[in-house]
């Protein structure tokens, strides 16, 4: 399950254009300009780039160009309290440079029915929102897109949908101006809409708040988290650390996993590759199945339904409950 857009690409950047005060849009294709492959609304890339300490480093951006064809379009924020990896694409990729690239993945889709769609954004978190507004609205289904930001400077890709066929159906709300507050976005039959949200984390929980109280239940509300990359993915959990076992279905090899270590890094030291990408637990790309023993659950991306299985974990901040979990590796 780990397979999925795990082959690194040499892309090139043939546009680079800023879109907001801190927002750069990169627009890659293969150096032969042969068709990419293609995607769904949510999905995300691997960029490789590099951290203030000048060593390799993996960011997740999310695809919001058009879903088939030549070309990936992907937003880079600098964010300048972070450890320096997109700060440092901000500032070096331009038209010509030459991008490491690894995806599409997806484990933010929309869902398959006809019920209405709110999607609610903050910040950077728009753009997975934007190929989902484009598609809801080429099937003519219900929704609503609602953008949260600090300023109207700060809001990429502000103009755009603006200017969309869809434009009434988009509400800005900036932090600057006398505008909607999250508590006043949701309407009188909401209930039954899914509520699809992406940004930081404070601000999806704010969302996921006001949504309850308008009686969406947790089962129909979606997340995906833009953090800060100067989170520690180990804060307030490593004092509970506990030594486990990790064995491998396929050759029945057993991985001695320590308190000060994770499961990932354990399983690349022992040569067993599994694709990540944030190591934060946010992202979902290190997705492993578990086949015995119980996970002890760290991450931000599987819903509580898919946690209460525990037929899953994330080997890159996630450990075990359990002396042992049997890996389907």
């Not at 997806?106 to 398959?112: K, Y």
């Not at 009188?188 to 940004?199: N, Q």
Request: net charge negative; with cysteine; charged share 25%.
């Amino acid at each position: 399950m780990n397979q999925e857009g795990s082959d690194w690409l040499d892309l090139v950047v043939v546009s680079a254009r800023q879109e907001a005060s801190n927002v750069m849009v990169l627009d890659l294709e293969r150096p032969d300009g042969a068709p990419l492959p293609a995607w769904e609304p949510g999905a995300h890339v691997d960029v490789r780039c590099v951290d203030k300490g000048g060593s390799e480093a993996v960011r997740q951006y999310s695809l919001c160009g058009p879903g088939e064809g030549a070309f990936w379009r992907v937003a880079v924020l600098a964010e300048s309290a972070g450890r320096g990896g997109s700060v440092h694409l901000f500032n070096t990729a331009r038209t010509g440079s030459r991008l490491a690239v690894r995806g599409p993945r997806n484990h933010f889709r929309l869902p398959q029915d006809t019920h209405s769609v709110l999607l609610v954004a903050g910040g950077i978190g728009i753009t997975p929102l934007l190929s989902m507004a484009d598609a809801l609205h080429a099937q003519g289904r219900d929704f609503r897109l609602h953008y949260f930001a600090r300023s109207r400077s700060s809001m990429a890709f502000r103009d755009p949908l603006l200017g969309s066929a869809y434009r009434e159906r988009v509400h800005l709300s900036c932090d600057d101006e006398p505008t909607g507050r999250i508590s006043e976005i949701f309407q009188d039959g909401d209930s039954h809409a899914w509520l699809y949200t992406c940004g930081p984390q404070g601000f999806m929980k704010a969302v996921t708040e006001a949504a309850a109280e308008a009686g969406i239940g947790p089962d129909r509300v979606r997340k995906e988290l833009f953090t800060s990359e100067s989170q520690d993915a180990d804060a307030g959990v490593q004092g509970a650390n506990r030594p486990f076992t990790i064995i491998l279905r396929s050759s029945g090899q057993r991985i001695e996993v320590p308190v000060d270590q994770t499961a990932v890094r354990a399983l690349a030291d022992a040569g067993v590759d599994v694709v990540v990408s944030c190591e934060q637990g946010y992202c979902g790309s290190c997705l492993t199945r578990v086949l015995e023993g119980l996970p002890d659950h760290r991450d931000e991306f599987m819903l509580p339904e898919e946690r209460e299985r525990n037929d899953a974990f994330t080997p890159c901040c996630s450990r075990a409950m359990t002396p042992t979990l049997v890996l389907d590796l």
